[in-house]
Nanobody, 124 residues
Framework: QVQLVESGGGLVQAGGSLRLSCAASVRTFSNAFKGWFRQAPGKEREFVAAISRSGTMIYYSDSVKGRFTITRDNAKNTLYLQMNSLKAEDTAVYYC?????????????????WGQGTQVTVSS
């Protein structure tokens, strides 16, 4: 059974930075697209960023482009999200996810495995 465990969330002031990590329990999905999503209170879960196995294909939502960076270390089976210039509107629970089928996906329903989430709170 695949387990994804996020870490690195916390409370930060606006303009600050955080680095999220997501460790996977198995290497089976090292070839898959992996992504980050977030869900703010009262809102639907939304796409943040995704990365292909090789790292040559990377996609960001418009709201985080230029501020967040997604990377992956296949040897460590770990996914990262570097978040800079954080804003109050970035406050949410952040989830990592693995897509079990090939190709990029932006939708929640396209990803098969999810972590438990890590809270990011940005104070203004």
């Amino acid at each position: 059974q695949v387990q994804l465990v996020e870490s690195g969330g916390g409370l930060v002031q606006a303009g600050g930075s955080l680095r999220l990590s997501c460790a996977a329990s198995v290497r089976t999905f090292s070839n898959a697209f992996k992504g980050w999503f977030r869900q703010a209170p009262g809102k639907e879960r939304e796409f943040v960023a995704a990365i292909s196995r090789s790292g040559t294909m990377i996609y960001y939502s418009d709201s985080v482009k230029g501020r967040f960076t997604i990377t992956r270390d296949n040897a460590k089976n770990t996914l990262y999200l570097q978040m800079n210039s954080l804003k109050a509107e970035d406050t949410a629970v952040y989830y990592c996810a693995v897509k079990g089928t090939s190709g990029l996906g932006y939708g929640v329903g396209e990803y098969d495995y999810w972590g438990q989430g890590t809270q990011v709170t940005v104070s203004s």
